[in-house]
């Protein structure tokens, strides 16, 4: 049963501290997007990559976080340093997008819950 | 630019009762429409989907139908189960390969 993995799952940590969350795509997949889930915001897209590209980050402080995809079965979201406001559910999903089938179904992991105090 | 605006919730029903969420979007071109639950601790999973103008997607009991002339996608199911709590985002995706989500919509279903 394929499916997408994040860790970790709950984070706490405080504010100032470097803080990375992983996330391993489902083998096959080219495209791999990182949200962040809030109560006041809703759910944001940060940044997606597509054959390990980044294509847009956009959604992404530039200044604190950045994401990256050392290879096809790993990304990572950092945020140095971290602050109360960056406490959230982060989702990462990943999908099998050809030029046929621009969108198709996106697969999310489990999130992982920070905290940041 | 490309949006979706889902109905305020949340939504509270009695079991068994009809749901029907609305879900309306501003597209150029020709989106494909989705509805993703999220259930309570979890992420979202793909509930269903439609590709084009008058198609219904149907899944475990909910229907959409894409309606071009009102840009409308709403969800609707017959008969709710308290286990069809959750939160249910409708999303449309253009030619980006992203997905625009709404805000979201809570149900509660009550036995």
């Known amino acids: 049963d394929a499916r997408v993995t994040q860790t970790p799952r709950h984070k706490v940590t405080e504010m100032g501290q470097e803080v990375t969350m992983r996330c391993q795509p489902i083998l096959g997949h080219n495209t791999v997007f990182w949200y962040r889930q809030t109560m006041m915001q809703g759910l944001e897209l940060l940044a997606y990559f597509r054959n390990r590209a980044p294509l847009d980050d956009s959604g992404m402080p530039k200044d604190r976080f950045s994401a990256e995809m050392p290879d096809a079965t790993l990304a990572t979201l950092k945020i140095q340093p971290s602050e109360p406001r960056d406490s959230a559910v982060y989702f990462c999903a990943s999908e099998e997008q050809t030029q046929a089938a621009r969108a198709s179904e996106q697969f999310f992991g489990p999130g992982t819950r920070l905290t940041v105090l | 630019g490309n949006s979706v605006t889902q109905m305020e919730g949340p939504v509270t029903l009695s079991e068994e009762a009809f749901l029907t969420i609305n879900c309306t979007y501003t597209?150029?071109?020709?989106?494909?429409l989705f509805w993703y639950v999220q259930y309570p601790g979890e992420g979202l999973q793909l509930l269903l989907k439609a590709t084009k103008a008058d198609d219904k997607g149907s899944n475990k009991g909910f229907e959409a139908t894409y309606r071009k002339e009102t840009t409308s996608f709403h969800l609707e199911k017959g008969s709710v189960q308290v286990s069809d709590s959750a939160v249910y985002f409708c999303a449309l995706s253009g030619n980006t390969g992203k997905l625009i989500f709404g805000q979201g919509t809570t149900l509660q279903v009550k036995p």
């Open positions: 597209a150029t071109g020709y989106p494909s």
